[in-house]
Structures are given as C-alpha cells and as structure tokens.
C-alpha cells in the first residue's frame, strides 16, 4: 500500500540545535512507514538515541518533514525579541517546591492548620479531609496500611479498588506544599501565606497519619523548612520509570521501548492477526444496567429549533457558582440558614454581596449583576 | 445502574470515592431517555416520495424563500444554523472533581466530519476553572538552566516565524471509564475526550536556540496562569523535537477553553501536558513532580507501581458512524451504507485500520482517506453491503512506529483494570438488525493465579 522513499538528508541544520534535530537513520526507519510524497519516519533522533515515547519522529528531508514544508530560512538567525527578566520577576515566579527545591522558611503547626482546613477546605473536601459530591478526597486514614491497597484490582466487581490518596500513593509531599500553595483555596488560589501553607500541610500529614523523622504527625506537630526536608512520602518507589537522578531521561527512554512495560502491542504489518483474533475466552459484555446516561444537556441529535430561553436561569447559576461549597453546607432550603436569616433577607444579600470573614466570597466569586444574584439567594434561602 | 457502579465509575474519573451519593441518586431517578430513542425524531421528506405523492417541501414555495434574509451585517462573529443547536459539547457530573471548574466537557465526534474539530465544539478540560486571560497583560517568562532568561509579551512571542501543523490532542483518560467493562452507550462520551485541529505557532526550539541552553537542562516545566497554575514536566527531548508554544487554532485566536492567548502543544502526546494559558517555561535538570503527574495522570498496574510520565496517546481508532447516537436508520438488505470512522496515533502517522463485523475475531481491510498526517485524526472507511443481520463492528488501526491496537484482554492483562488512563484497547458496537447500536466490549474474566500474576480466568461463565 506504501512505499518508502529514500530522500537525501538535508544538510541545513542549525548548528545549535543539531544535536537533537533529527535526521534520517535508515537503518532505524520504522518499517512501511511513508506515503509517497511525505518523508519517512525514524525511530531515533540525530544523536542516535531512541526516541524518548517510544514513537518516531519525521527528519527534515529535503525540506520536507512528513507532508509538510519546511521554511528553512529562519533556522541560521538570531532572534532577539523580548527581554531579560529582573531577579524580582525571577523570584514571584519561580514558585515550584520539588524533591530539590524546599518550600521557602517558615512553621506552621497542624493545630494551625486544622483551624484553617475547617474555616476554607472542610466545605468542600469534607471532615477529615473524607471528600464528598465528587471532590477530591485528602486521606481515608493511615498512610501507610492504604499504600497496602495500590495491588488490588476489582476483577471481582464486588472487591475494594486501590486508594489513591495522599498519604498512601503521592510519591514526593512536595507536590502537596507547592499545590496548596498556588493552587487552592479552589475558589480563590494563591492567597495562603507560607506559614498557612506549612500549617495546612502539616494538617495533611496529620490527618494522614504520617510519621516524619521518626516522629508522628499528632495534633502538637509543628512543621517547619528542617522538618519538611525529611519527609518520605510511603509510596516514594511506587512509579516507574525512575525518572530522578542523572539517568532519570534514559530510564524513561529505555522504558518505551519495550512495548510490554505499558500494555503497547508490536507488530509487523504483514504478520498481523487477520483471521481469529480473539481468546476464545472473550465475551460480549454489555453495560450494567442504563450506564451513565445523566448528560448535559441531554444526547440529542435532532435537528429543530432550539426552545426560546427562559430569562435568568437561577438552579443553573446555582449549579455553575455556588453549589461548588453551597451543596453540603447552607444547600438550597436547608435549615442551616436559619442562623443566618435572623436580621432579615437585606441583611443576608448585603453579606453575601460582600463576601463574609467565614468563607464566604464576594458574591461567591462569580460575575452577576446584584438583581440576579439576590435571586439565587432567594433560591439559596427557600430551595425553590 | 447499582450505587456501587455508580461509585466505582466515579472512581474511575479522578480516582476519587465518594461517600455521599444522594443527589448523584437523585440523578439516576430522573433515568434520562435512551439516546435511541432521542436520535429518533425527523422530518423525513422521502416518505412523501416513496408513497408516490409529491413531496410538499419541493411543491411548495419553501418559507426561507420568499421573504428577505438576515442582512450580511448580522452575526459580525459567524454562528451556526440554529437548526444544529444539538450539536454540543457535552458534560456530566459523574466527569466532575466535584463541581464544573475542574471536569471537562467532550466533543460530540458522532456529528464530526472530516479531520478539524470546530473550535466551539473542541474538548474543554480545566482543573481550577476555565481563564479568561487579558493579552495586554500576558507574559511568557522562559528561566532556569539558559544563559538568557527571557520574558515575552504576547506581541513580542507572536513575532517569531511562524509555523502550522494539524495535530489532535486527546486526553489520556479517553475511554478510561470503561476499564471494568462499558458505561457510556454513546460515541461523544466513549470516545470524545479529543478533537483535532490546526495550530499556529512557533518551535520552542526556535526560541530555545537563541537563549543558550545549558548541556544540564533535561527537562522542563511547563506552567498555565490559570487559577489552579498547572503545570506539568516535559522532557528536553520533546522539546527539541516538535514542541510549539501556540496561539493560533483553525486560523483564530486559540479559544478561552484552548488556553488563549497561548498553550504549549505537544503533538500527541497527553492533552493534560499541552498547559494552557502558558505562563512558564523553566529548565531544569531534575523534573517537578506536579500535581498532575503524580497524584493524576499516572497509571497503576497490577504489580501496585504506576506509570508516571506516560506520553504519547498510543494508536486508537473507533467506528464513528454508526454510533449509538446516531443509528442506521430505513436500511433494507442489500442497500450500501459507508461505515466511517477516526484512527490516530500520539506515536506517528496511521498506516492502516482493519475493520471487523464480528467483534473483532476477523478483520478486512478498511480504507485511509483524505490527509494523512503525523499525529493527526485520519479518516477511515468501508463500504458495506447491509445483510439485515446483527453484526459486532470493531476497528483496529496500525501506525509507522510499528503499533498495533490491542484487543481488550491483551491490553488489561499488562495493566489491569485499575490504569485510568491510556486506554486504547479495540472498541466495539453492536449493530441489531434494525440498525440500532449499543456499545460493548469483547473481554475475558480475569483473576489473579497463585504468583499473583494477571491471567484469563477459564472457568469464568
């Protein structure tokens, strides 16, 4: 069906980037790769080395790299767009905690950090960091009897599924400070100090029962720079390839090239199954019961009008801005706003309006005008 | 649907249990139509003609016809038909980390043609919430192991010589709903985490070249703006191959759900690495252990390690018409119907696809057609004499780094039902005689033997 065409190499490779550049390895050339016209593929680089997915890449052949053109002319100049940033610019940007970047000086203690968790988290990933309504649970208990689980498989439909939580299955707790710290509160990220950060994760620990230097993570722990540096996630070894140290890109490199490390299936074109494929053992299995079918807006492939909108959609505004902390705690018509409703409704709009010390944003962080969002507290208040 | 497969598909998601299940319940009573049943509805003029009368759409003055049409003035940004309103991006709570913000909504690739997905109707995944990112005050800041630092403004980036290339991009947990067995019994959430489309943008190695990159740099981080400021890790070597920091989709501005102004698209490879709404670039000679290649995005295998930093979507195909939304409808024995469908490969260009009518126990050739590029949807095709039989349709697609699609069991006996992600295992629709289509798989029941090793279990009814 396809031919192979033997190109000549192009010899106008920027010197700078030669290394990495590709360039076509005949005896690597995947086999039945090309279509006529287009240039063929290479399983390694320029450099000789594999490439890094497993897949091929397309050398620039005679100005062409696959199907497509190449401009060439842009590879020999400089460009020199832009500028240098300042260290002031470098420093409030380069935020990223790592297995060689320590978060920055600072303590925070789990006492700290359960206040903080109970006043900005709780609402939506529940008492204990439990989880719930599909927010993402923080621990289901002790870290190191849940990394047990990471073997199970539900063959048996009925069995326990393995936990991928942070104590039992995160490798590095320097995901865990760097996250917390630029990425939640979720309704309103980047607004926890150091020490706040240090507290919550020494709330993580904590609440997943963690021992750090030999010391459990109880309800007195302080954590602090020193401290952090010696922890040791239970699950450190639990990945592969090893993609730390020196030979952390060859490991990852000579792991794609054995199809079997990732459920991959070689084959050469000519010798693939055409006729019995299937274990003799495979069964039709259809879904259980309706399967998922609960999609927004509902699977529709009629073609009509669509029906006039109604004006201000207010259980939609509630789904898309508020019930993201609102479904487990002051829910729509729940009794809870009792306590809240006392000094009357112009009371309840003008805090919620401004947003409230208790967790409550300005208008819950969305953009309504003030009409449309006293009408989802209204909602909010009565449940209809 | 039992609670305890509700929770377990749910698990499947993000890896999240949930205790708390009484609205999702609540869900789950309202039971929503069967999507057959839905597709069902259609003006069909035809029936007029069959029976011998005139058909009044032709015989009459159509009611578009004869009064004026909207002045070009109107819709200064073009919009589609009201007509195709149904065709929709699409969502569902169970796709959700608890609310909207951190989900996804997929393409319906049951009404797709061709190989570009519209940018209105291309997959939408955020983690902290969809960014609405002002260009005036954007910057792209590249730091670390270069003897330049660098920071760019938008006008600055889009300065560089440009460059266009037709790419999809798939999220990884494409299909990993289904591990255990299927759930959905539709094509847009089977198969619709990905779209494809035409990028514009420049070589991070153009850029790269100029900035003096230290022999130490091995990896990147790449990291978005966004409220949740993901990042993700990326090996030196794609970068020197064909990464691009893009800013241009199907010859616009790349959409708010795209990352605009500016996402980093690695052709290929998983969608979660393509980080939107760019703000860094820092190299380094260690990777970063982010949130969403550690916690997320890895794929536990039966030993209990996972596979971290897992790349390029492996080859895939699926058959996209028939879909179970979009049935075969008014076919007679003998009449000619086109079975189309998708193949594509994060590893390099599709070669071919082979297409069963048993559940995959025999194959026949199917055929390429259109363009066929690296890393990029292909369109495959088979024209079918219609037998008035029950027939099990499955496509298995080939590619040039010598890949082959896996049946289900070869694919789950290395990896287990618990990976999440990188499912590509053969996908099947069971086609009845009156067209109607349902979305199974063909599997073996598995067990653990005495080792510990994953094996088909025999005895298994």
Same mark, same amino acid.
């Given at each position: 069906?396809?031919?192979?065409?033997?190109?000549?190499?192009?010899?106008?490779?920027?010197?700078?980037?030669?290394?990495?550049?590709?360039?076509?390895?005949?005896?690597?050339?995947?086999?039945?790769?090309?279509?006529?016209?287009?240039?063929?593929?290479?399983?390694?680089?320029?450099?000789?080395?594999?490439?890094?997915?497993?897949?091929?890449?397309?050398?620039?052949?005679?100005?062409?790299?696959?199907?497509?053109?190449? &401009?060439?002319?842009?590879?020999?100049?400089?460009?020199?767009?832009?500028?240098?940033?300042?260290?002031?610019?470098?420093?409030?940007?380069?935020?990223?905690?790592?297995?060689?970047?320590?978060?920055?000086?600072?303590?925070?203690?789990?006492?700290?950090?359960?206040?903080?968790?109970?006043?900005?988290?709780?609402?939506?990933?529940?008492?204990?960091?439990?989880?719930?309504?599909?927010?993402?649970?923080?621990?289901?208990?002790?870290?190191?009897?849940?990394?047990?689980?990471?073997?199970?498989?539900?063959?048996?439909?009925?069995?326990?599924?393995?936990?991928?939580?942070?104590?039992?299955?995160?490798?590095?707790?320097?995901?865990?400070?760097?996250?917390?710290?630029?990425?939640?509160?979720?309704?309103?990220?980047?607004?926890?100090?150091?020490?706040?950060?240090?507290?919550?994760?020494?709330?993580?620990?904590?609440?997943?029962?963690?021992?750090?230097?030999?010391?459990?993570?109880?309800? &007195?722990?302080?954590?602090?720079?020193?401290?952090?540096?010696?922890?040791?996630?239970?699950?450190?070894?639990?990945?592969?390839?090893?993609?730390?140290?020196?030979?952390?890109?060859?490991?990852?490199?000579?792991?794609?090239? &054995?199809?079997?490390?990732?459920?991959?299936?070689?084959?050469?074109?000519?010798?693939?199954?055409?006729?019995?494929?299937?274990?003799?053992?495979?069964?039709?299995?259809?879904?259980?019961?309706?399967?998922?079918?609960?999609?927004?807006?509902?699977?529709?492939?009629?073609?009509?009008?669509?029906?006039?909108?109604?004006?201000?959609?207010?259980?939609?505004?509630?789904?898309?801005?508020?019930?993201?902390?609102?479904?487990?705690?002051?829910?729509?018509?729940?009794?809870?706003?009792?306590?809240?409703?006392?000094?009357?409704?112009?009371?309840?709009?003008?805090?919620?309006?401004?947003?409230?010390?208790?967790?409550?944003?300005?208008?819950?962080?969305?953009?309504?005008?003030?009409?449309?969002?006293?009408?989802?507290?209204?909602?909010?208040?009565?449940?209809? | 649907?039992?609670?305890?497969?509700?929770?377990?598909?749910?698990?499947?998601?993000?890896?999240?249990?949930?205790?708390?299940?009484?609205?999702?319940?609540?869900?789950?009573?309202?039971?929503?139509?069967?999507?057959?049943?839905?597709?069902?509805?259609?003006?069909?003029?035809?029936?007029?003609?069959?029976?011998?009368?005139?058909?009044?759409?032709?015989?009459?003055?159509?009611?578009?016809?004869?009064?004026?049409?909207?002045?070009?003035?109107?819709?200064?940004?073009?919009?589609?038909?009201?007509?195709?309103?149904?065709?929709?991006?699409?969502?569902?709570?169970?796709?959700?980390?608890?609310?909207?913000?951190?989900?996804?909504?997929?393409?319906?690739?049951?009404?797709?043609?061709?190989?570009?997905?519209?940018?209105?109707?291309?997959?939408?995944?955020?983690?902290?919430?969809?960014?609405?990112?002002?260009?005036? %005050?954007?910057?792209?800041?590249?730091?670390?192991?270069?003897?330049?630092?660098?920071?760019?403004?938008?006008?600055?980036?889009?300065?560089?010589?440009?460059?266009?290339?037709?790419?999809?991009?798939?999220?990884?947990?494409?299909?990993?709903?289904?591990?255990?067995?299927?759930?959905?019994?539709?094509?847009?959430?089977?198969?619709?985490?990905?779209?494809?489309? %035409?990028?514009?943008?420049?070589?991070?190695?153009?850029?790269?070249?100029?900035?003096?990159?230290?022999?130490?740099?091995?990896?990147?981080?790449?990291?978005?703006?966004?409220?949740?400021?993901?990042?993700?890790?990326?090996?030196?070597?794609?970068?020197?191959?064909?990464?691009?920091?893009?800013?241009?989709?199907?010859?616009?501005?790349?959409?708010?759900?795209?990352?605009?102004?500016?996402?980093?698209?690695?052709?290929?490879?998983?969608?979660?690495?393509?980080?939107?709404?760019?703000?860094?670039?820092?190299?380094?000679?260690?990777?970063?252990?982010?949130?969403?290649?550690?916690?997320?995005?890895?794929?536990?295998?039966?030993?209990?390690?996972?596979?971290?930093?897992?790349?390029?979507?492996?080859?895939?195909?699926?058959?996209?018409?028939?879909?179970?939304?979009?049935?075969?409808?008014?076919?007679?024995?003998?009449?000619?119907?086109?079975?189309?469908?998708?193949?594509?490969?994060?590893?390099?260009?599709?070669?071919?696809?082979?297409?069963?009518?048993?559940?995959?126990?025999?194959?026949?050739?199917?055929?390429?057609?259109?363009?066929?590029?690296?890393?990029?949807?292909?369109?495959?095709?088979?024209?079918?004499?219609?037998?008035?039989?029950?027939?099990?349709?499955?496509?298995?697609?080939?590619?040039?780094?010598?890949?082959?699609?896996?049946?289900?069991?070869?694919?789950?006996?290395?990896?287990?039902?618990?990976?999440?992600?990188?499912?590509?295992?053969?996908?099947?629709?069971?086609?009845?005689?009156?067209?109607?289509?349902?979305?199974?798989?063909?599997?073996?029941?598995?067990?653990?033997?005495?080792?510990?090793?994953?094996?088909?279990?025999?005895?298994?009814?």
């Amino acid at each position: 069906m396809f031919k192979v065409n033997k190109l000549i190499i192009s010899a106008s490779i920027a010197a700078s980037a030669a290394f990495f550049m590709t360039a076509c390895n005949s005896e690597a050339s995947a086999s039945g790769a090309s279509h006529s016209g287009a240039t063929a593929a290479s399983t390694a680089y320029a450099n000789g080395k594999a490439v890094i997915d497993g897949g091929v890449v397309y050398p620039v052949v005679n100005g062409k790299t696959s199907d497509y053109v190449v &401009d060439t002319q842009a590879e020999s100049m400089t460009f020199n767009y832009g500028r240098t940033p300042t260290a002031n610019e470098l420093a409030a940007w380069d935020t990223d905690v790592t297995h060689i970047k320590l978060p920055p000086e600072g303590s925070g203690s789990v006492e700290e950090g359960e206040e903080l968790y109970e006043a900005q988290c709780v609402m939506c990933h529940g008492d204990f960091g439990s989880g719930g309504g599909g927010y993402p649970s923080l621990s289901k208990g002790n870290a190191v009897e849940l990394q047990k689980t990471l073997t199970n498989q539900r063959f048996d439909p009925d069995a326990d599924g393995p936990s991928r939580f942070f104590g039992s299955y995160w490798p590095q707790a320097s995901t865990m400070w760097w996250y917390i710290h630029d990425g939640m509160p979720h309704p309103m990220s980047k607004s926890l100090s150091v020490d706040e950060t240090y507290a919550l994760t020494a709330y993580m620990l904590n609440i997943n029962e963690m021992v750090v230097d030999g010391v459990e993570v109880d309800d &007195d722990y302080v954590l602090d720079q020193e401290k952090f540096s010696k922890i040791v996630m239970p699950n450190v070894d639990g990945f592969e390839p090893e993609i730390r140290g020196k030979d952390g890109i060859e490991n990852v490199r000579a792991y794609y090239q &054995d199809a079997s490390n990732f459920g991959g299936q070689k084959v050469n074109p000519s010798e693939r199954c055409m006729k019995d494929c299937l274990e003799p053992t495979a069964k039709p299995t259809y879904i259980a019961g309706t399967g998922i079918s609960d999609f927004l807006p509902p699977m529709s492939t009629v073609r009509d009008l669509p029906k006039e909108e109604g004006g201000f959609d207010v259980k939609a505004a509630y789904e898309s801005a508020c019930a993201m902390c609102h479904s487990a705690f002051l829910a729509p018509g729940s009794s809870d706003w009792d306590s809240y409703t006392g000094e009357g409704m112009d009371v309840v709009y003008k805090k919620g309006l401004a947003g409230t010390e208790g967790g409550m944003p300005a208008k819950g962080g969305a953009s309504f005008t003030d009409a449309e969002f006293k009408t989802i507290v209204d909602y909010l208040v009565s449940g209809k | 649907m039992s609670n305890k497969e509700i929770k377990n598909s749910q698990t499947d998601i993000e890896a999240v249990a949930s205790d708390e299940l009484s609205d999702r319940r609540a869900f789950f009573k309202k039971a929503a139509l069967s999507v057959g049943a839905l597709a069902g509805t259609s003006l069909l003029a035809n029936e007029h003609a069959s029976s011998g009368e005139d058909d009044p759409f032709i015989m009459h003055h159509v009611k578009w016809g004869q009064k004026l049409g909207d002045p070009v003035t109107k819709n200064r940004y073009g919009m589609p038909s009201k007509y195709e309103h149904n065709v929709t991006r699409r969502n569902t709570k169970l796709l959700a980390s608890g609310n909207f913000q951190a989900s996804i909504a997929v393409t319906p690739i049951h009404e797709s043609m061709g190989i570009i997905t519209p940018n209105g109707l291309f997959f939408s995944r955020s983690h902290g919430g969809v960014a609405h990112v002002d260009p005036n %005050e954007y910057r792209l800041m590249i730091h670390g192991l270069v003897e330049k630092p660098l920071v760019l403004t938008l006008e600055q980036l889009k300065k560089y010589p440009s460059v266009t290339r037709t790419h999809f991009i798939e999220c990884p947990a494409n299909g990993g709903q289904e591990w255990r067995g299927p759930q959905f019994n539709s094509l847009q959430f089977a198969k619709g985490f990905m779209s494809c489309a %035409e990028w514009t943008g420049v070589y991070l190695k153009d850029i790269l070249k100029d900035l003096g990159v230290k022999p130490e740099a091995k990896w990147i981080l790449a990291e978005g703006s966004d409220n949740s400021e993901m990042g993700r890790t990326i090996p030196m070597d794609k970068v020197m191959d064909d990464a691009m920091i893009v800013w241009g989709q199907n010859g616009e501005a790349l959409r708010p759900e795209q990352g605009y102004p500016v996402r980093i698209l690695l052709p290929g490879w998983e969608g979660n690495l393509c980080v939107k709404w760019l703000k860094r670039i820092k190299l380094s000679n260690e990777p970063f252990f982010a949130k969403e290649e550690t916690s997320k995005y890895t794929a536990l295998k039966p030993s209990g390690k996972a596979i971290q930093h897992f790349y390029a979507n492996e080859v895939n195909s699926t058959v996209t018409s028939p879909s179970p939304e979009i049935p075969w409808k008014d076919v007679k024995v003998g009449d000619l119907i086109e079975i189309e469908g998708l193949a594509w490969s994060g590893m390099g260009t599709i070669t071919g696809v082979d297409i069963s009518f048993d559940g995959g126990k025999n194959y026949v050739e199917a055929n390429l057609k259109g363009l066929v590029l690296p890393k990029c949807w292909t369109r495959w095709s088979y024209i079918y004499k219609y037998e008035g039989k029950k027939i099990i349709l499955a496509s298995r697609a080939m590619d040039d780094a010598g890949y082959i699609q896996p049946t289900v069991d070869q694919e789950t006996l290395i990896t287990g039902i618990e990976a999440v992600y990188h499912r590509n295992g053969i996908e099947t629709w069971e086609v009845a005689p009156d067209g109607t289509v349902s979305h199974m798989q063909m599997r073996s029941t598995l067990k653990r033997d005495e080792t510990g090793k994953v094996v088909i279990d025999k005895e298994a009814k």
